[in-house]
């Protein structure tokens, strides 16, 4: 990179040494490789100056794989300042390196570069990256606040078998906070401050908020800072963004691991909390029920949404199942004639539950187990109902335990993800709640009958 005019600060140079360390049999000494460090200090450099060793030292297949597919076009696009926008480019910046390309694909998603030393370099987004045709040797996954298990695997999937047997494993990023999805990039963390031997882990970071005024702590958490990153921009930021924003963008801050993996946010939860004299009595009403995955607890919600007024989610019960199902299909009898739909979901009982409605002859229309699909817009639909300040719910222990302590799980196979029981607590409730939220909202059963709920 220097030869490129981009000579390395003294902590790149580092770092990407510490990369490319190898073992005496010449195999990588860390086949993972982690960097949390905060935007604008020089990632991208490391990124590059690793593929560019890779493809053109070592003759290596290399994945580079993003959140975003504009980060992926701009790495697309400095890889060809660097290589040339094709083979035999007679403006190529650089003669030397142009002359080992064999061929540029620029179609849209399907972007790579092939050297005629064997190595290719493929560019593509998490979905993109999901490829079962090529292997690859190292995979570099940037914005790692976003990966999930699910694209994990795929991407895994790549490089278990690289043509070079000598396979590594980079993941880049800033710390996840409660608004990202991935769960990959903390788990590996966790693995490296644990002791794993095969990984390297780099992290500049404070481990508290503290005071962000402190421009001594954006030295020790920045370590461009002065060189390539202008102190200007630090001090513009720290005056319009919020204390936990600047910690977590600039300092490096790693929430605790509860409230990273938090799906729903405190504040939201407490904004929606409405008294229980002033929650809707009438309106078109929906059920939601959830059986736990252990199969010993199960949890109804009734939502209504009122002629006039926001959407209100209420939890009906949540008890064991242990017993049987009876008291949820009686909830639901008491209540059947004045709602929408059931929407139904969780493999322990709801087989059970759906077997006992249609022996009391409840009306097909009148009930439906969810798919994943409808799981999955589900919950999706309350969070953003929630963030917009367009549902209300009153104040209930085992739902608002449920609410703020459920945490992230991956739901299908497109990186979906909803609630997952968190430390002590059950997602049971506040799943119920978004089922019959969202069966009320899409429901086009509507009895039109008044009359309070229970059960």
């Not at 202008?230 to 963008?249: K, N």
């Not at 699909?373 to 963030?387: G, K, P």
Request: charged share 25%.
């Amino acid at each position: 990179m220097q030869a490129l005019g981009m000579p390395p600060d003294d902590w790149q140079a580092a770092l990407l040494e510490l990369w490319l360390a190898v073992r005496p049999n010449g195999k990588w000494l860390h086949t993972r490789n982690g960097l949390s460090c905060p935007r604008q200090n020089g990632k991208s450099w490391l990124i590059e100056a690793r593929i560019i060793y890779g493809a053109v030292v070592l003759g290596e297949r290399i994945l580079f794989t993003a959140h975003d597919y504009s980060t992926v076009t701009q790495l697309f696009d400095r890889m060809k300042d660097y290589f040339g926008e094709k083979a035999n480019d007679k403006d190529a910046e650089y003669p030397e390196l142009n002359g080992l390309v064999r061929m540029v694909r620029r179609a849209a998603g399907k972007e790579a570069i092939f050297f005629k030393n064997g190595a290719v370099i493929y560019f593509a987004t998490r979905t993109k990256s999901a490829r079962r045709g090529f292997t690859v040797d190292v995979v570099i996954a940037d914005e790692c606040q976003e990966l999930t298990q699910v694209q994990l695997s795929s991407i895994m999937s790549t490089a278990s078998s690289g043509p070079l047997g000598n396979s590594q494993y980079i993941f880049c990023g800033t710390p996840p906070t409660p608004a990202t999805s991935g769960d990959v990039f903390a788990h590996v963390r966790e693995s490296a401050l644990e002791g794993a031997d095969d990984i390297s882990w780099n992290e500049w970071s404070v481990a508290e908020v503290g005071d962000v005024t402190d421009e001594s702590r954006w030295y020790e958490t920045n370590p461009s800072l002065g060189v390539r990153l202008d102190i200007d921009i630090l001090r513009a930021q720290v005056g319009t963004m919020d204390e936990l924003g600047f910690a977590q963008e600039v300092l490096g801050y790693w929430l605790p691991v509860a409230i990273a993996k938090a799906v729903i946010g405190a504040q939201d939860w407490e904004d929606a909390c409405i008294r229980k004299e002033d929650a809707p009595k009438v309106g078109k009403l929906a059920l939601g029920v959830k059986f736990s995955p252990d199969g010993r607890h199960a949890a109804v919600s009734a939502a209504i949404i009122p002629k006039v007024g926001k959407p209100f989610v209420e939890l009906l019960a949540f008890k064991e199942v242990t017993g049987g199902i009876k008291w949820v299909a009686d909830g639901i009898m008491a209540n059947i004639k004045r709602t929408s739909v059931v929407l139904i979901d969780g493999k322990s009982g709801k087989g059970a539950l759906v077997e006992r409605l249609n022996e009391l002859n409840v009306p097909k229309g009148a009930f439906k187990v969810a798919s994943v699909a409808e799981v999955q817009d589900a919950e999706s639909m309350f969070l953003n109902e929630l963030a917009e300040g367009n549902v209300t719910h009153i104040a209930q222990e085992p739902l608002d335990d449920s609410a703020l302590k459920s945490v992230r799980r991956d739901i299908g196979k497109n990186g979906a993800f909803g609630f997952g029981d968190g430390e002590n607590s059950s997602s049971a409730p506040i799943e119920s709640a978004c089922f019959a939220l969202y069966g009320a909202k899409t429901s086009r059963r509507n009895p039109n009958r008044k009359g309070r709920v229970g059960c």
